[in-house]
């Protein structure tokens, strides 16, 4: 299957500091989704961006997928921003499966 | 709009027992899928079905079985629970339209095998 790296595995910060989290993949991909999944376990949808930026309030993404890497900026984080943030790609499967990396544990403290 | 719903949230069973987890969703989307995420492994794919009466195995299907008679339901039954399937369960589900599949995920079931 199609490899998902992210980075980095831990980020701890400050409340209204800005970040950046790092996903690469092996192959070429036809999606590729952003989650959080909060502290009470549930997985938020946050971007559908196989290719281009999107923006969405405080947070955003880009997806370069000739390079085969997507970034997801936090910026002015909150305490509610904490939780774990996963990538996950399908490599353009008649079923859409998802490859999903290991995540990034992101901690805000106030 | 109940979207994609799973039951029960928990459950403790024990060793060698069946247990069945559900799996229901309102969009009418075609595909769904079981995913078990545990420590150190991340989300991993269990099963996978593209519609009613159609289903594949995903990366770990060992120990597990799944039906689609409708497309809202999509059940997850484990015929003899085993230690090693404590884990947290999460359905999905997506529709395909053209190369747009965005997957949307359920609340998830905590498993505990004892």
């Known amino acids: 299957g199609i490899q998902v790296e992210q980075s980095p595995p831990d980020l701890i910060l400050q409340e209204g500091a800005n970040s950046t989290l790092r996903c690469n993949f092996s192959d070429s991909v036809n999606n590729l989704q952003w989650f959080h999944q909060n502290p009470w376990g549930q997985l938020i949808n946050l971007f559908y961006?196989?290719?281009g930026t999107k923006q969405n309030g405080r947070l955003s993404a880009t997806t370069v997928a000739t390079e085969r890497y997507s970034l997801l900026y936090i910026s002015s984080s909150q305490t509610t921003d904490s939780g774990v943030y996963f990538c996950a790609v399908d490599r353009g499967s008649t079923l859409g499966r998802l490859y999903f990396g290991r995540g990034t544990q992101l901690t805000v403290w106030p | 709009d109940a979207g994609i719903t799973q039951s029960p949230r928990y459950k403790i069973t024990e060793t060698g027992r069946q247990v069945t987890l559900m799996c229901h969703q309102t969009w009418s989307h075609s595909y769904m899928f079981w995913y078990r995420q545990d420590l150190g492994h991340g989300l991993r794919l269990i099963y996978y079905?593209?519609?009613?009466?159609?289903?594949d195995k995903g990366e770990v299907p060992d120990g597990y079985v799944v039906s689609r008679s409708k497309t809202e339901n999509f059940p997850l039954t484990l015929e003899s629970a085993t230690r090693s399937q404590t884990s947290v369960y999460f359905c999905?589900?997506?529709?395909?339209?053209?190369?747009?599949?965005?997957?949307?995920f359920g609340p998830g079931t905590r498993l505990t095998v004892l």
């Open positions: 079905s593209a519609a009613a009466d159609i289903t």
């Open positions: 999905a589900s997506s529709s395909k339209q053209g190369v747009y599949h965005e997957q949307f």
């Open positions: 961006i196989p290719s």
